[in-house]
């Protein structure tokens, strides 16, 4: 299932694409919750003040 995620943290956005890059699972905490799988895009949106991350993930199931 394909996520957009929307962070304003620039260490969560490098974290994300240099998992992006390295093809590896990252687990990224958004909202008080966490997300785990493979990143598919960052993009950097800097229509605001401040500027924001999206970031698509592709979530991987819970293990059990």
Do not use: C, N, Y
Request: positive net charge; glycine residues 8%; proline residues 3%.
């Amino acid at each position: 299932m394909l996520q957009k995620l929307e962070t304003t943290d620039l260490k969560e956005a490098r974290r994300s694409r240099i998992a992006q890059f390295s093809g590896r699972a990252a687990t990224l905490k958004v909202g008080g919750s966490s997300v785990t799988g493979i990143v598919h895009a960052v993009k950097e949106d800097k229509t605001g003040e401040t500027p924001r991350w999206i970031v698509t993930v592709m979530s991987q199931p819970a293990r059990r």
